[in-house]
């Protein structure tokens, strides 16, 4: 018998019930580089078998080493659930079965990464780069998932390239991601050439001023700040009263120009997922439309508590998003820039801390492409500020959407999302003193 | 699974001119409560191998597999791809063969479940009981065995366990909120927790909080400034720890976490006044980031990042010491099994000096107390940096007077440490996870420091 089903069968026969199985063989390869030179390869081998389940409303989870004798390791498991305090919240997993019959990803073959790399920092440095660092990720991971009601299986597979490109006048990053659907579009060449012409603008630079100015925010800039807000789309987050969405389900919280999907069925991007971590197929689902709050992120627990459906975001205690996608809007990002008449041009920033959750009064350090535009035309570099705004307050001042959008990720900072350039009005800047 | 290290180890520096081999597992368990309900409780044992090959350039394969066969799958990929060219400085020393562990005197193995559960629903009761209507607590704790051992000769064993607590909790009038957090953690065992007077220090946060969410904010302008010893060691750790990891001065980080304002500038290099000195010591027992021995089985030793306002020693690895032509000093530190060794802080710390806390105080006519803070964030280069006070009060006349709201330090790096004219003779610690590299590896530290008095600095 197959481990998982052994797992399943000693955990149900002893009482245990929500039991969810998942089993992950992850084959991961990686490249770094810096200073136009290859740094390490780093490669993965790792498996694990995790493991949720519940005596009644005592809700825990494990990881099982299947290579390690299984019945100490479960009544260790068991033994654990039964001295837990009761979770009021919780309502059982997903128990409806679900049909998987259309949802499969494609095989995913490792690409030659050392190559991708090298053919980015060669474009890059052509395009006016000094220096080149970055990281070329190729993921790959067989996932597997049983519970009492659902059965499921399939490779994820993903492409990440990253790369800061670092001139005598500034720097420039560019960091995308790329899926099944979307592997033949690769472009080592695009990506670096873009992060080095941005690198290479030769713009004076000069310290910024504090005061409130228009910003047309790129990709990475929005992605950063939808990245680190999602979790105010969570369920969870809304009950522990840490959202500023809490009474506005069906209001409007933004302008007509805004809409936002989760869309982990998109498998042109490194973030498309399957199922959610109860086996619930995953799907499409709209959380602002025309500026209006259409849904919270829901597990099948949450959802119930809110007598809901969920909307395959488990996290089975705390739902989440897969990959976030803004609709593009009407304009070129062109027409953008070059109508702004005094305002600022930022295409990244980092390090974006909560001074106050509820909120979400943050603020964030722009880098890696940071302009004044006046008239229309990227006039200088601008070093040393910082944007600071509230989430919901910074969603009503989105003013206009691109066309253009972008498959972003970067690092830990940029969830994987779908996202356009966006002029957002009357943005505050403070610099340093 | 000794004789598992011994076989991977002739396996790959058979195919390498140096290779090395680490084994690391580490038991964990936590616990969490929000707003009263008890959410759930985890546990994991995680362990795995990670082989580092050095050729033409360098390979790393990680894997938890326990077939030999496997494992050396994964190392012939690693090995292939350190045949072409690439990068190829790495420090090959043996330290020697030791073992060492950190004292735990009450084990996580030997704290139930109950006593961890109970403690949580103790703290949650108390914040509920102070009116604090949002409400995150989490307790975790793990064990950990490593074995390293490399083809010229170390073998380093060590164990220890951590303990770590952490909370997050609001108080909400009408649309306004203020939060606080807080972090406590410790290389021993619960002994750690038991130490702390929890119910003092979440009763006096809650207060302040109380107070604050109503008080006015400052009156930006430029004033004298007293920072507690929670600013002074996050800003060591910000911004004289982070600038002084080699790695970022030669770029490798560039792309995550960033570079430094040193990169390029000739050391030693003034960054302060002659009071301001910033040690990193993981050396010291007790601290969420001791460690005798590094993960790359080099001994560690406390090294001053600053000393008397001019820049010292760097943290190495053994990746970034053979750069620069020296020994590695003990900084080469992975989150888990499955991550690269980098150069990373332990605790950092600002020297405390001869001052009481009254003596700074007493000295300011006009100026601001912050005592500890809440949001922050450093440019990439770590010089462009902002912390934003949670507990603060205004100084008329040498003497405390009304609180205030969120007053905010919006300053460099530079422009902070040349501001300090009196250090005290205090020294308190704080604990937090520290975060880089890809995969992102959030490491345990220790930050802190004394009470130090600025003179001039810009409040906003």
Request: glycine content about 8%; charged content about 25%.
């Amino acid at each position: 018998m197959d481990t998982v089903d052994r797992i399943y069968g000693y955990l149900n026969r002893e009482g245990v019930r929500d039991i969810v199985i998942v089993r992950t063989r992850d084959e991961t390869r990686q490249l770094r580089f810096s200073n136009n030179r290859k740094d390490l390869f780093n490669v993965w081998d790792e498996q694990y078998i995790s493991l949720f389940g519940a005596l009644g409303k005592r809700v825990g989870s494990t990881i099982v080493r299947p290579h390690l004798k299984l019945e100490p390791q479960l009544d260790a498991f068991i033994s654990l659930l039964r001295k837990l305090p009761e979770n009021p919240s919780f309502y059982g997993i997903n128990p409806e079965v679900q049909d998987y019959s259309r949802s499969s990803a494609p095989v995913w073959e490792h690409p030659d990464i050392d190559e991708i790399a090298g053919r980015v920092i060669d474009s890059s440095v052509e395009a006016g780069s000094r220096r080149s660092t970055g990281v070329i990720y190729s993921r790959k991971s067989e996932i597997s998932i049983k519970t009492e009601f659902n059965e499921h299986a399939y490779i994820h597979g993903d492409l990440e390239i990253l790369v800061r490109a670092i001139s005598d006048y500034g720097t420039g990053q560019e960091s995308v991601h790329y899926g099944p659907d979307s592997i033949k579009e690769v472009d080592p060449e695009g990506v670096g050439r873009e992060a080095g012409q941005t690198a290479a603008l030769r713009l004076k630079s000069t310290e910024g001023r504090s005061g409130r100015y228009d910003v047309l925010m790129s990709p990475y800039l929005l992605g950063n700040i939808f990245s680190y807000c999602s979790m105010y789309f969570s369920q969870e987050s809304v009950d522990t009263h840490l959202s500023p969405f809490e009474s506005l389900l069906q209001k409007k919280i933004g302008p007509e120009v805004l809409t936002l999907h989760d869309d982990p069925v998109d498998l042109s991007g490194g973030g498309y997922a399957l199922f959610d971590d109860e086996g619930t197929l995953t799907r499409k689902n709209t959380i602002i439309e025309g500026g209006v709050l259409r849904t919270f992120l829901q597990s099948y627990s949450t959802a119930r508590r809110h007598d809901t459906r969920t909307t395959g975001n488990a996290g089975i205690l705390s739902p989440h998003a897969w990959q976030l996608e803004i609709e593009p809007g009407t304009r070129q990002f062109s027409e953008m820039l070059s109508e702004m008449k005094n305002g600022l041009y930022v295409l990244n920033a980092w390090y974006t801390r909560f001074q106050d959750y509820r909120n979400g009064t943050f603020s964030t350090v722009p880098r890696d492409g940071v302009f004044r535009v006046e008239d229309g035309k990227v006039v200088e570099r601008v070093a040393g500020i910082r944007i600071n705004a509230s989430f919901a307050q910074f969603i009503s001042q989105i003013a206009e959407i691109s066309r253009e959008r972008k498959r972003v990720k970067w690092w830990e900072e940029i969830s994987p999302s779908v996202m356009p350039y966006a002029l957002v009005r009357d943005v505050e800047i403070s610099r340093s003193f | 699974m000794r004789d598992m290290i011994d076989r991977i180890l002739d396996y790959a520096s058979s195919r390498s001119s140096y290779a090395e081999v680490r084994f690391t597992e580490t038991e964990s368990s936590g616990a969490n409560i929000r707003n009263g309900e008890f959410t759930g409780a985890t546990t994991a044992v995680d362990s795995g191998y990670m082989i580092r090959v050095l050729n033409k350039s360098i390979g790393i394969a990680y894997t938890n597999s326990d077939s030999f066969d496997d494992i050396k799958k994964s190392v012939d990929i690693a090995l292939r791809s350190s045949a072409r060219e690439g990068k190829h400085s790495l420090n090959t020393d043996s330290f020697g063969k030791e073992s060492w562990s950190a004292r735990a005197l009450k084990k996580p193995s030997d704290v139930s479940i109950e006593e961890k559960v109970s403690l949580l629903k103790d703290i949650d009761s108390l914040m509920e009981s102070l009116g604090c209507g949002v409400r995150i607590n989490s307790l975790s704790d793990s064990t950990t065995a490593e074995i390293y051992m490399n083809s010229n000769g170390s073998r380093i064993e060590g164990t220890y366990s951590r303990v770590a607590l952490f909370y997050m909790f609001g108080i909400l009038e009408s649309s306004n909120f203020e939060q606080s957090t807080g972090e406590y953690g410790s290389t021993a065992g619960y002994e750690y927790l038991d130490s702390l007077n929890l119910e003092e220090i979440i009763s006096d946060e809650a207060k302040v909080l109380r107070k604050a969410i109503s008080a006015h904010g400052v009156t930006p302008g430029k004033m004298d400034v007293v920072v507690g010893p929670e600013i002074s060691g996050i800003v060591a750790h910000e911004s004289a720890g982070h600038p002084m990891e080699y790695d970022r001065i030669i770029g490798r980080e560039a792309a995550l976490a960033g570079e430094s304002f040193l990169t390029g500038k000739d050391v030693p290099f003034r960054v302060g006044s002659e009071v301001i000195s910033v040690i990193d010591d993981p050396t010291i027992e007790g601290s969420y980031g001791h460690y005798r021995y590094d993960d790359e089985g080099v001994r560690s030793r406390r090294r001053y990042l600053y000393r008397h306002g001019l820049t010292d020693e760097f943290i190495h690895n053994r990746e970034s010491a053979e750069n620069l032509g020296v020994k590695p000093n003990g900084g080469g530190r992975s989150s888990s099994w499955d991550v690269e060794p980098l150069p990373r802080m332990s605790t950092t710390f600002i020297e405390p000096g001869d001052y009481s806390f009254d003596e700074l105080i007493e000295d300011v006519n006009d100026g601001i107390y912050i005592k500890s803070y809440t949001e922050w964030n450093i440019d990439d280069v770590r010089f462009n940096e902002k912390y934003v006070g949670k507990e603060a009060y205004l100084i008329k006349n040498g003497r405390l007077g009304d609180i205030v709201r969120r007053p905010t330090i919006e300053t460099n790096t530079i422009n902070f440490y040349s501001s300090v004219d009196a250090s005290g003779k205090d020294l308190k610690f704080f604990a937090g996870n520290c975060g880089k590299g890809d995969p992102e590896q959030a490491v345990p530290v220790w930050m802190g420091g004394p009470h130090i008095r600025l003179r001039g600095l810009y409040i906003r």
